[in-house]
């Protein structure tokens, strides 16, 4: 997935564990900028294990290891 085809609010689940866990995307972060010290996009989410869940851990992904659930 791109970086420009991921939407703010939607969830999505990482590749490698598409029956785990939900990823919910809160922002879009370019090379360098904020708090992403890579030269690639991450996209920072909030983590949880089930979808009705209150979202409590927050991890960064490249947009390449998201898929759509």
Request: one cysteine or more; charged letters at 30%; aromatic letters at 14%.
């Amino acid at each position: 997935m791109r970086p420009q085809d991921i939407k703010i609010g939607e969830y999505y689940r990482h590749r490698t564990s598409t029956n785990y866990a939900y990823a919910k995307a809160v922002r879009v972060l370019k090379a360098k900028e904020a708090e992403n010290t890579n030269s690639y996009a991450v996209v920072k989410c909030e983590w949880s294990v089930d979808k009705d869940d209150k979202f409590w851990l927050i991890k960064y992904f490249r947009p390449c290891d998201l898929i759509i659930q």
